[in-house]
Structures are given as structure tokens and as C-alpha cells.
């Protein structure tokens, strides 16, 4: 079946740097993508939305210039936390949506957690 | 405006129980909706979704969740708890009438399978 894969799984940098996200649709082209953010057992909100080929459209409250999104092709999509602080530590979560086959499908990806020293 | 309320945090339950999972929604057009569960440090895992049709939904892992327009509920349910049925469980809807119609999600229940 489909399957959305995130790389890394797990990363630790130092405040101030910049960290990349990488989302990726195995199986099928993903038209659009999301970006979800998790604090510590509180529930997905949703980031921002990408179309391929577009610019991202973010949620209220959420800083594009922080948090860069990129959608360059029909299976990939990366996040970039620009001069990341620890309060950006968090869990991210991207969903990709698409055609299998015929069907619209949506699936999510494993996550990745992000702590910033 | 769309949105889900889980209303328990959380759900504590001894094994071999039935259990139950509430969730109530709010859409102004037409509502599909999905529970998830998500285990430490991982990614969520989808369990069902009602679409159309039937009113209960049977997914994976002996769950199942019975949609009720009424009520606008999607309560999840499984006969018989097992302690690797402990975690975070989110559920979520997409209001199909709305441009973008991506997911909200409800704010999680955790539950707890006592052996």
C-alpha cells in the first residue's frame, strides 16, 4: 500500500540553526501536502498546507518565514525550521494527499521529533 | 467552522472489557471521519473512517465506531480490551463541502488497558 516516509526520525541541533524536514510519498504522487505540529500529548495542528508547484498556505499563527515550506514535486516536501529555538522542539508530522490508482488517498507520515539545545 | 471534541482524556479500562472512545464533530457540510491511534514517538496509524453507507464501521484491530448524524458522534468501541490497546487515540473529520477539506483533529484520549 502507500506509504509517506519522514527523514530524519529524530534530530538534535543547537538553537539558532536550521533544520530540514524531508516528507516523501512512496507509492503515489502527492498533490498536496501537510504540515502538522505535536506539543507533548496534545493533539495534531495543522501548519500549513502545499500544493505542488505552489506557495504554501500557512494556518494563523504559524510564521512562513520560520518554518519554510517547500513542495517542489509531486512526492517530496520539506520543512525547514530557519534559526531554530527550543521552543520550536516538537513533534512534525506530514500528511500526503493524492491518487492510488483512482482513489483519493491520504495517509501520514511516522513523524519526526525535533529538539533544539 | 469544523472541529472535534474528544471530551475524556483520559480512558482507563481493565482488560478484557468492552471499551469506548468519544468523539463528537462539528461540520457545516458533509462530514468524513476517521479515528487514529498513535503509540510513543510514532507516527499516527489510521483505524477506520466512515465515508458513507453503513453506520458502523468495522476497522482495524477490533475497532469499530458507529456514526450517529444525530448526535454528530463517532464514538470508537471495542468489545474486548487488550493491554496492547493502550495509547493515544485521535479522531479526526474532513468536511468534504470545504475547499482544502483537510483533517481536524480532536485533541486525543489516552487509554489505559489494565491487566
Known amino acids: 500500500g502507500a506509504v509517506v516516509s519522514q527523514h530524519p526520525s529524530r534530530v538534535i541541533c543547537k538553537s539558532g540553526t536550521s533544520v530540514k524536514i524531508e516528507c516523501r510519498s512512496l507509492?503515489?504522487?502527492?498533490?498536496?501536502m501537510f504540515w502538522y505540529r505535536q506539543f507533548p500529548k496534545k493533539s495534531l495542528m495543522l501548519m500549513a498546507t502545499s500544493n505542488e508547484g505552489s506557495k504554501a498556505t500557512y494556518e494563523q499563527g504559524v510564521e512562513k518565514d520560520k518554518f519554510l515550506i517547500n513542495h517542489a514535486s509531486l512526492t517530496l516536501s520539506t520543512l525547514t525550521v530557519t534559526s531554530a529555538h527550543p521552543e520550536d522542539s516538537s513533534f512534525y508530522i506530514c500528511s500526503a494527499r493524492g491518487l492510488a490508482g483512482v482513489q483519493e488517498t491520504q495517509y501520514f507520515g511516522p513523524g519526526t521529533r525535533l529538539l533544539v539545545l | 467552522a469544523q472541529s472535534v471534541a474528544q471530551p475524556e482524556d483520559q480512558v482507563n479500562v481493565a482488560e478484557g472489557n468492552p471499551l469506548t472512545v468519544k468523539c463528537t464533530y462539528s461540520v457545516s457540510g458533509n462530514p468524513y471521519l476517521f479515528w487514529y491511534v498513535q503509540y510513543p514517538n510514532r507516527g499516527l496509524q489510521f483505524l477506520l473512517k466512515?465515508?458513507?453507507?453503513?453506520?458502523l464501521v468495522k476497522g482495524s484491530y477490533g475497532f469499530e465506531a458507529e456514526f450517529n448524524k444525530s448526535q454528530t458522534s463517532f464514538h470508537l468501541k471495542k468489545p474486548s480490551a487488550l493491554v496492547s490497546d493502550s495509547a493515544l487515540y485521535f479522531c479526526a473529520v474532513r468536511d468534504m463541502d470545504v475547499a482544502g477539506n483537510q483533517f481536524y483533529f480532536g485533541t486525543g484520549t489516552s487509554l489505559t488497558v489494565i491487566p
Open positions: 507509492d503515489f504522487q502527492a498533490t498536496t
Open positions: 466512515y465515508i458513507t453507507g453503513d453506520n
